[in-house]
């Protein structure tokens, strides 16, 4: 049965159907525009602007069973990983977002053990939960095993994680994992999902939301990519409201951060904890210390501070206003 058009996911106006359809366009006609030495991100779900960076080389281009994968060299921004026509990562900037969507859920609770990621084939956050000492158990479901072939090819500095011992690589689609993953299994969850369309348009709806509920312990926590506010706050909207619906007795939280190579230079993160012992996201117990890092093989971080940490969930009034009935305060 076709969704009610009143039920599916609209950004500007525009239809998730009608945004894939275009993008699958879209990403062609990105590198198209190579020619001429730039490299144009174009894509409907952020209508009316393009980011353009010079590039020096194409290094890899291919297509895998689920999207176009393109890694090139740019003049200012060093290596980029480009998925379906959109910019996923800069080695320039990349540490911003992996090492949030990380250590904002791991720091915010007691020392886990367990932990899964969703997605993130690049590896850069298996590289920064990597530093987490108490860790006994790092997952990784990634459905695109090219992703991450090409990412250790090429990015060998974020795909470090996966040198870690305590990882295990399941090449899998992560909504079928987590339906078959033992209840309370992790202590956190991480989804670095692309945006909602494609492979990655389950990883934002309700049921995925209650498949990684059951598998968290009480008190465990879940990270996940969640777009802009300023120009995606019908889906974040959307992605409250769900998260409000499903952790229950828990917590629901947003935070962001600055990504430069990124539409509108920010992306969000939507942060829940099941019900059980409360989690306060906000107030770092958890600290991260590059002196005991358990993999001493990273590079120290470049990022995130216990002060980032709390300033992260400080939205401008406009998100405040959007979020203030579906967010704990």
Request: glycine share 6%; proline share 6%.
């Amino acid at each position: 049965m076709a969704e009610p058009e009143s039920k599916k996911v609209k950004v500007d106006g525009t239809t998730k159907e009608a945004i894939k359809d275009e993008q699958q366009g879209t990403a062609r006609a990105n590198m198209d525009r190579t020619l001429q030495g730039w490299y144009s991100e174009l894509s409907p779900m952020w209508p009316g602007q393009a980011l353009s960076l010079k590039m020096d080389k194409i290094l890899f281009e291919d297509r895998s069973d689920f999207q176009d994968v393109v890694v090139f060299e740019s003049s200012t921004w060093g290596r980029v990983l480009v998925l379906d026509g959109v910019i996923q990562l800069t080695q320039r900037d990349e540490a911003s977002y992996q090492e949030m969507i990380a250590h904002l859920p791991l720091c915010s609770i007691e020392p886990p053990k367990k932990v899964l990621v969703v997605g993130g084939g690049d590896g850069g956050v298996l590289r920064e939960v990597s530093r987490h000492a108490s860790l006994e158990q790092i997952d990784i479901v990634e459905i695109d095993g090219m992703v991450i072939d090409v990412a250790k090819k090429f990015f060998p500095d974020v795909a470090i994680g996966y040198e870690d011992p305590r990882v295990n690589v399941h090449v899998a689609d992560g909504v079928k994992f987590l339906k078959e993953t033992t209840p309370g299994t992790y202590d956190a969850i991480i989804v670095d999902s692309s945006d909602p369309i494609g492979p990655a348009q389950q990883l934002f709806e309700r049921p995925f939301f209650e498949s990684m509920a059951k598998a968290l312990r009480p008190g465990g926590v879940v990270c996940t990519q969640a777009e802009s506010i300023w120009l995606h706050l019908p889906i974040i909207k959307d992605l409250a409201q769900a998260c409000s619906h499903t952790f229950k007795g828990g917590s629901v939280n947003y935070a962001f951060t600055s990504v430069p190579t990124y539409p509108s230079g920010i992306i969000g993160f939507m942060l829940c904890s099941t019900a059980g012992p409360k989690v306060d996201f906000k107030h770092p117990k958890n600290p991260i210390d590059d002196s005991k890092n358990a993999n001493k093989n990273l590079q120290p971080l470049k990022y995130y501070t216990k002060e980032l940490h709390t300033a992260a969930f400080q939205l401008p009034k406009f998100a405040q206003d959007a979020l203030k009935d579906l967010l704990t305060s």
